[in-house]
């Protein structure tokens, strides 16, 4: 039986072939995630992945059903796993609003599902690093997303060499459209255009510019100037005063897609342009009022980065550490007499807090010793002595092939303090 | 709009009610799983939460298809979010078994869905710790994984007082039944009989089994003589030998109601039986090779220890830490014109990999200490210099209300030691 396409399965290190994903490199990811949420005093949440349908049709419309993995549960609801995490996280927060003192910084590491049937060989899930700020309409909650953002990529260990962030003003875009159509209802199509620019043909993005009584060479010069606004302009500066300013660039070719961006939005690209974005956010001050039905008015903002991308660029970058399995120690088990001081000796290693195998059943030493050197064990323990003596531990340091005779207890002690040198 | 019945959210702490599920107390829940599971040499995987809905018809029949959160996705798939571990991990095993040396330690910690309609109340989904030993027949398998079981338990600070082990015996239940019924085909009714012993009356289990010819005396009395068998006393004395055999009872009302069990199956529950249990496993040697068509023949073992159980007996027994959220510390910014340098001093502090907070925009400095003090902060760090002058950090230590005058680069590095000695 096979998995569904476009879904994946995590092995453990090291991975039976090049292209499977990798189990320690999810769980790198994450880790590297938390910490740097946790610098900035981010607090975790999550949500249910399964969602009601309207959830997410009422901030999108019905055009999301398409991309959604939808359907009618056995109660009759119609429920879609989660395409996105802001939706959840403004339901969570208008249900609690008064819980919490604003502004709140929360993060999530969502699992998060579309349905593209066009596109074969493409993933259908992702995981999904989501930062909010809610309830801050000032620009200085931007600065402190956007640093956010720049230093998660930094604790990946990313230069400015590898990566920029591009900054743009969906307000700025708003007021350009405003000033030359007049027709509100049709900004949505002028940002979708815009999206588009850097994918599209200038024919292609002409005709749409044009089917809306704008000129495509005053879209493509506003985009050339790229003269911050001022609130941009506020932005650089404190992102400078954190001595930040110079991952970003302002580039008014970034939009976002989506309806329901307000203010400064922005998107991370690797600086050779090789990927697809690594992440993106910006503001949106409507969509917690949208959720709630009114009843919460909330200014938001926020940035999801997927696993995906950022996994293909710490790749190609050699970024990627070692995963590589290790354990403290594998006890050798030489004489089968002494299996049950052994099992002793196992216990209380993992009582020490030390990661331990051994070989459950009886098996030839060198076969052992060829265990532990695959399971990149540091130091392997020898139990010897007959019957009625005292046993001793012979300890031996795999790195450097020193070897220590010792009484359990004290092999214990011993391993423990070497395990927490290793931090 | 409100997310659907039987499904949580998970929020940050403090929380918002008394009955809200915490963030917090599950990654601590998560945490703990994955710490006894390295010491253990258990390796992470993962799988999809969706799979082909045949993976879990084909190891229980149809009569699961009433459980599951089952649809037919857009390309015409039968598909549905994974009520269990088993079938994904034998799936991935079968399609890799050559890449990795038997047994293979496995665990994951998925969430599960079930979707039971006459439940109100009762929650569709959960976390499961997961914990599997795949490719090893001999019985030292069952002893390292019920060893690594108790220790989970104990990992969460649980003691004999608190928990227990009940192990039984698949086998001996098989072996009772097939001296008493010829028809095998019966067996799953009689072990679906035993499973319900403790739950029904005796005149439903005396009804139950005499229909299967069985007199319900002789059950009863297999039970309360809980004699071991020859393979359940060589488990208990592994489990002695690790000093772990007073956590485990003999217990044969205890036999898994799935019917894919063949060997030594146990339950962990509260010992005071106010719980319902709190994890379940056993050997299940014929799933790897049912799930792959019989292409890959590999004995195998599991348990799975689920969140929401567990977490009610640490709240019970007083054994949830504190999860108040803290910081290293809070820059305050009492002076306007500093706000850059705050900014600077506040990179400065994460970039040393501290947890830090500041008011995002101006606030009166009782305000931003009382905030400070809400936030866990260990610390505050306050700017003072005017301009073109040297600045200095004003560091504050909230547990003692000690203060130290130092300059900006001193008081980073004094910082950092701190955080590092909390750990």
Not at 350 to 360: E, H, K, M, P, Y
């Amino acid at each position: 039986m096979e998995r569904l396409p476009g879904f994946r399965d995590f092995y453990p290190e090291p991975l039976p072939t090049p292209d499977a994903w990798s189990a320690a490199a999810r769980q790198f990811i994450f880790d590297t995630w938390r910490e740097v949420a946790r610098r900035y005093g981010f607090a975790e949440y999550d949500g249910p992945p399964l969602e009601p349908t309207e959830l997410y049709t009422v901030k999108s419309g019905d055009e999301i059903l398409g991309q959604l993995y939808n359907f009618t549960d056995k109660g009759e609801r119609s429920v879609a796993l989660r395409p996105e995490m802001t939706p959840t996280l403004a339901r969570m927060v208008a249900a609690h609003e008064r819980g919490y003192k604003k502004p709140v910084k929360w993060f999530a590491i969502p699992q998060l599902f579309r349905y593209e049937r066009q596109q074969k060989g493409r993933l259908r899930e992702h995981f999904q690093f989501n930062a909010d700020i809610i309830g801050e309409a000032d620009l200085a909650a931007d600065a402190e997303l956007i640093a956010l953002l720049i230093d998660t990529l930094r604790a990946f260990g990313l230069t400015r060499e590898d990566f920029v962030i591009r900054l743009s003003s969906r307000q700025a875009w708003q007021e350009f459209f405003s000033k030359r159509c007049a027709d509100s209802a049709k900004a949505y199509d002028f940002f979708q255009a815009v999206d588009k620019l850097e994918r599209e043909t200038p024919e292609v993005s002409e005709a749409k510019f044009a089917a809306l009584g704008i000129a495509y060479r005053e879209v493509t010069e506003f985009v050339a100037a790229s003269a911050p606004t001022p609130e941009l302009e506020w932005l650089l500066n404190n992102l400078a005063a954190r001595g930040l300013r110079d991952f970003v660039r302002v580039d008014y070719q970034v939009i976002r897609g989506l309806a329901y961006y307000t203010g400064p939005v922005f998107e991370a690209f690797d600086a050779k342009g090789e990927f697809r974005a690594i992440a993106g956010g910006g503001r949106y001050d409507n969509l917690v009022k949208l959720i709630s039905g009114g009843k919460v008015n909330l200014p938001a903002l926020g940035f999801g980065m997927g696993d995906v991308v950022l996994l293909e660029l710490l790749k190609a970058r050699g970024k990627l550490p070692s995963l590589r399995r290790t354990l403290d120690a594998v006890v050798l088990v030489e004489d089968e007499t002494l299996r049950a001081d052994s099992l002793a000796l196992v216990q209380g290693l993992r009582d020490a807090g030390l990661a331990v195998d051994f070989a459950l059943t009886p098996a030839k030493p060198d076969k052992q010793w060829k265990r532990a050197l695959e399971l990149g064990a540091r130091f392997t323990a020898t139990l010897a002595g007959g019957a009625g003596e005292q046993k001793t531990v012979r300890v031996k340091e795999l790195s450097t092939r020193t070897e220590t005779v010792l009484d359990p207890a004290a092999a214990v002690a011993h391993l423990k303090a070497a395990g927490q040198r290793a931090g």
